[in-house]
């Protein structure tokens, strides 16, 4: 089992920035990719970001490609999402999720965590 604890999550005006932090803890096998997603209202969920330990091998979702960074810490329990020149079309329910792969399918993650909302009012 892996606990995800999300946090960071707020309402910014259009072209502000917001960090996403969330915290691992429980077994470690399965926090091997870390990665966000998001859901917007009345979409579908999404991967936005996704990283392996130490930050190795990187995927980002193509809207958010040079806005948004991925990194995690040394101890490779915490992963954060960095995002600037945020924009309305990136209000979404944020979630962080864990897997012993990354990959961009909402099937494939193993653990979630209970979301943080991110608002961008234009």
């Not at 917007?40 to 958010?64: C, I, M, N």
């Not at 209000?91 to 990959?103: K, L």
């Amino acid at each position: 089992q892996v606990q995800l604890v999300e946090s960071g999550g707020g309402s910014v005006e259009a072209g502000g920035s917001l960090r996403l932090s969330c915290t691992a803890s429980g077994d470690t096998d399965y926090s091997n990719c870390m990665a966000w997603f998001r859901q917007p209202p009345g979409k579908e969920r999404e991967a936005v970001a996704s990283a392996y330990r130490r930050g190795s091998s990187t995927y980002y979702l193509e809207s958010v490609k040079g806005r948004f960074t991925i990194s995690r810490d040394g101890d490779d329990v915490t992963v954060y999402l960095q995002m600037s020149s945020l924009q309305p079309e990136d209000t979404a329910m944020y979630y962080c999720a864990s897997a012993g792969w990354c990959s961009p399918n909402v099937a494939d993650a193993r653990f979630w965590g209970q979301g943080t909302q991110v608002t961008v009012s234009s």
